[in-house]
């Protein structure tokens, strides 16, 4: 089976900082993706990780070690408009399903 | 852009109904999933599709039947409605391809009284 932890809630400041960590137990590893959920809309994709290291858009970043199994999801510039939850998953599965297994998200509060 | 579009935001049935869920995208997505989202517990997969007529149990299948008559249309049947089955249902679709994002709708806010 697959297990992802991450934090129920951080929060920052405009203009910071923040990393919200994913922690994950799976078998056949495929890769690591971050979504984000505003109050009341779908998730949205932000980023994939497949291979180790940091991928950059824009503010966003995200990094994946696979040795520790261990990603994150980085902003930068933090705006009010940043604040929502968001979503690490990992796709699993043989390589012909496209299955995502999703962590318990991460409430991110933005504060002026 | 990709739509993919759930007939109902709202949705309130009783308790022993049989409901039906539809969802529509219009981009010609192989892949197609049905997830219900519930505080705490983040995203869980009900069912998904590869292709028409094709379906896979995802990790919570009980209680649920899922319809995959045309390639733009997925379907979700709760067959006998219980009120553990409140929640928020998304669906989701994705293209066939190793690294593709999915997706979703806007979801369906179903009570069950």
């Known amino acids: 089976g697959q297990s992802l932890e991450q934090p129920s809630e951080v929060t920052a400041v405009e203009g910071a900082i923040v990393q919200i960590n994913c922690t994950y137990q799976?078998?056949?590893?495929?890769?690591l993706s971050w979504y984000q959920q505003h109050d009341g809309g779908a998730p949205t994709f932000l980023s994939y990780n497949a291979l180790d290291g940091l991928e950059e858009t824009g503010r966003f970043s995200s990094f994946l070690s696979r040795s520790d199994s261990y990603g994150y999801l980085l902003l930068q510039e933090l705006q009010m408009k940043d604040s929502a939850s968001y979503f690490c998953a990992v796709r699993a599965g043989n390589t012909g399903f496209q299955k995502l297994v999703f962590g318990t998200g991460t409430r991110l509060l933005v504060s002026p | 852009d990709v739509k993919v579009t759930q007939s109902s935001r709202y949705l309130v049935k009783r308790t022993g109904e049989k409901v039906f869920l539809e969802c529509v995208q219009d981009m010609d997505h192989e892949n197609m999933f049905w997830y219900r989202q519930d505080p705490g517990l983040g995203l869980r997969l009900i069912y998904f599709s590869y292709d028409v007529k094709m379906k896979e149990k995802g990790d919570i299948p009980e209680g649920y039947s899922v319809s995959r008559e045309k390639k733009e249309r997925f379907s979700l049947i709760l067959e006998s409605a219980s009120t553990n089955q409140t929640s928020m249902y998304l669906c989701?679709?994705?293209?066939?391809?190793?690294?593709?994002?999915?997706?979703f709708g806007d979801g369906t806010r179903l009570s069950i009284l």
């Open positions: 799976t078998s056949g590893f495929y890769g």
């Open positions: 989701a679709s994705s293209p066939r391809g190793f690294n593709q994002p999915q997706h």
